[in-house]
């Protein structure tokens, strides 16, 4: 588990506050991943990036602003957000070619 | 529209029985993956099997394909209560390996009573 990296593991937040997520990988891999999960809905992938430019990017809305500065950082900077938007975020990493995905712990969000 | 639909939604067994999880997709694949999940963690990949396997073996873990149902199966022998956690099929589309993108079913929770 110590491979993907998460912080903060739990996070709370107003809806006027401005946050990031950070999720670090110590694999090497050259793919990064941003997943919500939400309760009683299936994990949803939000963003891709591969080689540290953005493939995917699955109709999120602009409140989530994703950024991978690095083929070992993903940050997701996260702005007026919505209750709604409370979940645990995850964060995974592959290895292009690699169907595998290593996921971090999470970090578990609540919007108030 | 969701790819992988998963059955039971929870299974409760005693320890040392099998469980066995179900999984169905729409679309053509190439391969399919299964991840478990502690509660409020991160998901682990446990096995992958490809489009043109049947059947794949790891430890207590079988799974099965069948392609012409679009569907697979997880079954874990001789559980244990360390085996308690919520179990996801994962699919890829056939066109879709350049992005890795992964689309997850809602997920078996399991439950192994001591």
């Known amino acids: 588990e110590t491979g993907v990296t998460q912080t903060p593991r739990h996070l709370v937040m107003g809806m006027t506050n401005k946050k990031s997520l950070k999720c670090e990988q110590h694999l090497g891999h050259n793919a990064m991943y941003w997943y919500k999960q939400s309760a009683k809905k299936p994990l949803e992938l939000m963003f891709v990036?591969?080689?540290?430019?953005?493939?995917e990017n699955n109709s999120v809305p602009s409140r989530f602003s994703p950024e991978c500065p690095n083929s070992s950082h993903l940050f997701l900077h996260l702005h007026t957000l919505q209750p709604e938007d409370s979940a645990l975020y995850l964060c995974?990493?592959?290895?292009?070619?690699?169907?595998?995905?290593?996921f971090g712990p999470g970090t578990r969000l609540l919007v108030l | 529209s969701q790819q992988g639909e998963e059955d039971p939604q929870a299974l409760s067994i005693q320890e040392g029985e099998n469980a066995t999880m179900n999984c169905s997709y729409k679309?053509?694949?190439?391969?399919l993956q299964w991840y478990r999940q502690n509660s409020g963690r991160g998901l682990v990949h446990l096995i992958l099997i490809r489009s043109n396997e049947r059947e794949k073996h790891s430890g207590r873990l079988r799974v099965t394909l069948d392609t012409s149902k679009k569907s697979s199966s997880l079954l874990i022998t001789a559980s244990r209560a360390a085996d308690t956690a919520s179990y996801f099929c994962?699919?890829?589309?056939?066109?879709?390996?350049?992005?890795?993108?992964?689309?997850f079913g809602q997920g078996t929770t399991l439950q192994v009573k001591p």
């Open positions: 994962a699919t890829d589309a056939v066109g879709s390996s350049n992005t890795g993108k992964l689309i």
């Open positions: 995974a990493s592959s290895q292009i070619g690699d169907e595998t995905q290593y």
């Open positions: 679309t053509s694949i190439n391969n």
């Open positions: 990036y591969s080689l540290e430019e953005r493939v």
